[in-house]
């Protein structure tokens, strides 16, 4: 293709952005001695890759060369599905690493040398590890198989082998010997009584002290690191022998020792052999007793402590540098400042947690006591301190004499020098903390008494706590792209917006205007309402209905055969629906379509009132993927007064219809909402358009996508629409029988409850 | 085939049923019974609520009468009401009256089912007062002493909507059941489902690895009866694997990703 051409039909596809010329010419360049069908599948892409990352697109370019070496134009469109994944996780650097350097492991699976994502099973995976965690562990990614007691970090993807069933056995197995490591307390805080002289600061693992008191910590490390992974292994035998047999039988026969020479090998060869071998591999390290205790699970962390300083003499070669060993794939490492920092968090979640519970305690007291310390406080504000000095946490030092007693001891708090007994919840929390960090929470009794002073202080100042409770006014969204078969995560920002209610005669109009339509509504729709009523004549019932009874003997006698319809039943026809109406208020509905729009919505909200169903109206507009609006018209819950009125008053046009996001967040709306039947309708004039590259099949597909995502959680989707091409792409959207098409704006206010009407009796 | 009847109000529980007590519900109830107070047990689904009410109705040798609540119970379907026989309307106890009238034991199961309207029938019984107005009968029936009401619910999964009222609530005497412990758990599977303590064991954890999946979607993990059920599909020879699936996994939900979870979780343990 001609340099000029490809500038050219670049310029178009990334409109309105005008990038640098040089940029442009440059990047182009590899392109130019390509034949014009290898330019124009390259081209397609831009549009893909441009509105995430223009410098991306541009290393896509630049690079396009080595990439059309490896990769067929059939392969390119995946490939760049996973570069923006990349990128969308873990940012340019990421997606631009993966673009230069992994092309090549990225062919080897496209061979079909197998492979297994973390992302296709993490669904699996994760109620898996937790129900036999019985704790709620995280699954996250990353190179190296390793925990920090709230995560369990596995690499993003195994090709272990060619079969996929051994690499999810393999990530199965990664999992739960992770696990096993948390399980068996692995990552020990405490020092044994042996070891009390290491010296350890209170931030710092003893477990690291430990290793760092030897010559060479990275071998105390590993040996302790192998034992404890033996010991994993026994116990994970006992746990659960069904994982242990298939592990036995599809993995160790798959795993070799990377580095056999390494004096620590015969430890890790432990692991991936049958129980006979075992035992036998022991026999030069530990005793008689040692080697049972270890393949037999009884042995205990504090034996590992003591195992590993003993045999590090044993291993360590002075004037020789260790190498460290290379752990086996399920093994991982131990990353003890990850568990260290994973503490922390928790320390400082549930000492938050803590001032939470003990703030609402404080509340509770007499506001006398309390201001006080509100007062003092703010005296010096500033400086927590002072709070601190008036309200502190104690252990009763008659039971807190011995350890062992330590549970039993009753936790007293006290308040300007007043004793007062912690209630049970909080007292258990406070043991808890105790227990797992060792030291009470009482750094954090200056934030809870700081809270509780304020939250007093709002409570003094009128509508102050309003503030507190005002919603956050912004949302992320991803977006689907078709092209890509992928999210665009967090692609568009939603904005709540308020409409400014207006005082018009517009309700009042439309009232008078359809007031005979009005009654009609009603009375129709007073018809669905949930009722109690007795039906007649029925098989079984409360009570006998006694017309039919003498109808019945009269009949017998007469000789005719009598009805066995004899009975009165209570009939409840219960409703429970709870519906989002969509109000499209995108520019091209101005004049007589917003019009009918804002009647259809006051008629459809009178006819509401009667029924009894709860609904909410929502507006939606905006342009651009960063601003995207939702306009709030009614709440579910809100009662249809005076300012919702004037809000459906002032529904007017404004900018473009990006119908993703409202879609999304309506879903998310009701999914929290409790009902039988959860509707979204949509009440549009026209397909799904932005100012952006939001149009044709991209809009259209993403639209489709987010519908199903509503479908997916059980909300029933349904358009009304006037566009008059709306048959060629509703279908596809909506599916049959979930869109409705009004050729006559005018009709539309006597329509919409109609349609209503027939879609939920 | 030959079937067995007996009339409601007759049916008293002859053999011993297996029941391992863990606290003091045993006493309590007998306590309740002889105190003439009304019984409320509450706890999640299979954990020995309506087996504890058969104990309870042998170790007092009085006739249990069981009434499982729905939404479409009627006060008429508990008091009674007018049938129709051969031309004449004949009246017919409901299963209350028939349990006041033979000072049986009525136990309502999962009474929060039941509307709220028709619970209020009970209100009367449940107190001091201990009657029951058959209103189309211009009756009004006294409780013996050997009467008891009894009533069942599971707190955990019922809506807000479906909360008792606090002025049912508070008439009764509550006895809170949750899953045994380990230990206990096994023996009873162990004894019920007839397998050897190794297998409950097996159960018991697996069964304890599901109930801590609420934050994963799973609203209420394998109760005792299940494994019980599981139990008794290997004794009968199924295999464990095809016993857990059927008996244990299926049962608890129908998500593909907790299904296949779970799937693991017992390939892991068998």
Redesign the interface.
């Known amino acids: 293709m001609k340099p000029a051409l490809l500038t050219e039909r670049f310029y178009d596809l990334v409109a309105p952005d005008i990038p640098n010329e040089w940029d442009v010419e440059e990047v182009l360049e590899s392109l130019i001695d390509e034949s014009d069908h290898v330019c124009e599948a390259i081209l397609g892409h831009i549009p893909i890759i441009w509105p995430v990352s223009h410098s991306l697109c541009f290393d896509f370019l630049r690079l396009l060369p080595k990439t059309l070496e490896h990769l067929n134009l059939e392969q390119i469109p995946r490939w760049i599905g996973i570069t923006l994944d990349h990128y969308e996780t873990d940012g340019l650097r990421a997606a631009q690493r993966f673009m230069q350097d992994d092309i090549d492991q990225y062919l080897s699976k496209l061979k079909g040398c197998g492979g297994l994502s973390l992302a296709s099973i993490e669904?699996?995976?994760?109620?898996?590890i937790?129900?036999?965690?019985?704790?709620?562990l995280q699954i996250e990614q990353a190179g190296i198989s390793y925990t920090d007691t709230t995560s369990i970090y596995v690499p993003e993807e195994l090709n272990f082998s060619p079969n996929n069933d051994d690499n999810f056995l393999l990530y199965?197995y990664i999992l739960?010997f992770q696990w096993g490591f948390i399980a068996c307390g692995s990552f020990i805080n405490k020092a044994p009584s042996e070891f009390t002289h290491i010296e350890c600061d209170k931030d710092t693992f003893w477990l690291r002290s430990f290793f760092a008191s030897f010559e060479e910590p990275l071998l105390a490390r590993d040996i302790y690191h192998c034992l404890e992974s033996i010991r994993v292994q026994s116990f994970l035998e006992q746990?659960?022998?069904?994982?242990m047999r298939?592990a036995g039988k599809h993995l160790f026969p798959l795993i070799s020792l990377r580095n056999k020479n390494h004096p620590l090998s015969t430890l890790q060869q432990v692991l991936i052999e049958d129980n006979l071998k075992q035992g036998s591999l022991l026999d030069h390290y530990l005793s008689k007793r040692e080697r049972k205790q270890y393949l037999q699970g009884q042995a205990s962390v504090y034996d590992s402590i003591n195992l590993s300083s003993k045999m590090f003499s044993k291993f360590h070669q002075k004037n020789a540098e260790y190498i460290p060993i290379s752990p086996l794939p399920f093994q991982g490492i131990l990353k003890l400042r990850a568990v260290e920092t994973a503490r922390k968090i928790k320390e400082q979640k549930m000492g938050e947690h803590f001032a939470d519970m003990m703030a609402a305690y404080l509340l509770t007291l007499s506001r006398k006591e309390l201001g006080d310390l509100h007062k003092e406080d703010k005296l010096d504000s500033g400086n927590e301190g002072l709070a601190e000095s008036d309200i502190s946490l104690i252990m009763d030092s008659e039971f807190a004499q011995t350890a062992d007693q330590d549970k039993e001891a009753p936790i007293l708090i006290t308040i300007n020098n007043e004793q007062l007994e912690l209630p049970a919840e909080l007292e258990e929390f406070t043991k808890n903390f105790l227990d797992e960090f060792g030291h009470l929470p009482a750094n954090f009794l200056s934030s809870a008494a700081g809270k509780a002073g304020q939250a007093m202080l709002e409570q003094d100042v009128q509508g102050q706590t309003e503030e507190s409770s005002k919603q956050k006014d912004t949302l992320l969204y991803d977006e689907w792209d078709y092209r890509r078969q992928g999210y665009r995560k967090n692609w568009c920002s939603l904005h709540f917006k308020e409409l400014t209610p207006i005082h018009s005669p517009f309700i009042q109009n439309t009232l008078d205007k359809y007031h005979g339509l009005t009654i009609r509504l009603r009375h129709q729709f007073e018809m669905m309402r949930s009722q109690e009523r007795f039906v007649k004549r029925q098989r079984e019932g409360?009570?006998?209905d006694f017309d039919a009874?003498v109808e019945?003997?009269s009949d017998?006698r007469a000789g005719i055969s009598s009805s066995d319809r004899?009975f009165i039943r209570?009939k409840r026809d219960e409703r429970d629906i709870a519906v989002l109406f969509l109000v499209d208020m995108s520019n091209s509905t101005a004049g007589w379509v917003n019009n009918a729009l804002k009647e259809s919505l006051v008629l459809m909200s009178e006819a509401m009132e009667v029924l009894g169903d709860r609904y909410g109206i929502y507006g939606f507009s905006g342009m651009r993927r960063a601003r995207c609006e939702f306009f709030h018209v009614k709440h579910l819950n809100e009662s249809y007064g005076e300012q919702v009125k004037e809000r459906i008053g002032s529904i007017a046009p404004s900018e473009y219809t990006r119908m993703g996001p409202p879609i999304r967040h309506a879903t998310s709306i009701l999914k929290e909402v409790?009902a039988k039947v959860r509707l979204i309708i949509t009440l549009t004039d026209g397909k799904p358009e932005d100012y952006d590259d939001y149009k044709g099949e991209y809009a259209i597909e993403d639209t489709r996508h987010a519908l199903l995502e509503a479908k997916t959680v059980d909300i029933h989707p349904f358009c009304i629409t006037i566009d008059h091409q709306a048959k060629d792409y509703m279908q596809h959207m909506y599916g049959p029988a979930n869109y409705i098409f009004i050729d006559n704006v005018r009709k539309l206010p006597l329509r919409i409850p109609e349609i209503y009407r027939v879609l939920t009796s | 085939m030959e079937i067995k009847e007996t009339r409601l109000e007759e049916h008293l529980i002859t053999q011993e049923p297996y029941y391992l007590a863990s606290g003091k519900e045993i006493e309590i109830a007998i306590s309740a019974h002889r105190n003439c107070l009304p019984l409320l047990l509450k706890g999640p689904t299979g954990c020995g609520k309506t087996r504890f009410m058969q104990f309870l109705a042998w170790k007092l040798q009085r006739p249990l009468i069981t009434v499982s609540c729905h939404d479409d119970l009627s006060t008429s379907d508990l008091v009674g009401r007018f049938l129709i026989r051969s031309g004449e309307a004949v009246w017919m106890d409901g299963p209350l009256t028939l349990a006041v009238r033979a000072g049986a034991i009525c136990y309502l199961d999962e009474i929060v089912e039941a509307r709220k309207d028709t619970t209020v029938v009970i209100h009367p019984l449940a107190d001091d007062r201990r009657e029951l107005p058959v209103e189309k009968l211009g009756e009004l029936l006294l409780a013996p002493p050997e009467f008891m009401i009894s009533v069942s619910y599971n707190p955990g999964y019922q809506s807000v909507l479906k909360d008792l009222k606090p002025s049912t609530r508070q008439r009764f005497v509550a006895i809170s059941f949750d899953y045994p412990n380990p230990q206990m758990e096994a023996e009873i599977v162990c004894k019920e489902g007839g397998v050897d303590k190794k297998l409950a064991d097996s159960l018991v954890k697996l069964a304890g690895m599901t109930r801590s999946l609420k934050e994963s979607g799973l609203t209420e993990g394998a109760s005792t009866r299940l494994l019980i059920q599981t139990g008794l599909l290997v004794q009968d020879g199924i295999d464990i694997h095809t016993a857990c699936r059927a008996a244990l996994i299926e049962p608890l939900s129908d998500a593909p990703e907790l299904l296949a979870a779970l799937q693991e979780m017992v390939s892991s343990i068998f």
Do not use: F, Q
């Open positions: 669904k699996k995976l994760l109620p898996y937790r129900g036999i965690a019985r704790n709620d199965k739960t746990e659960l022998p069904g994982l298939a409360d009570d006998i009874l019945s003997i017998s004899l209570l409790d």
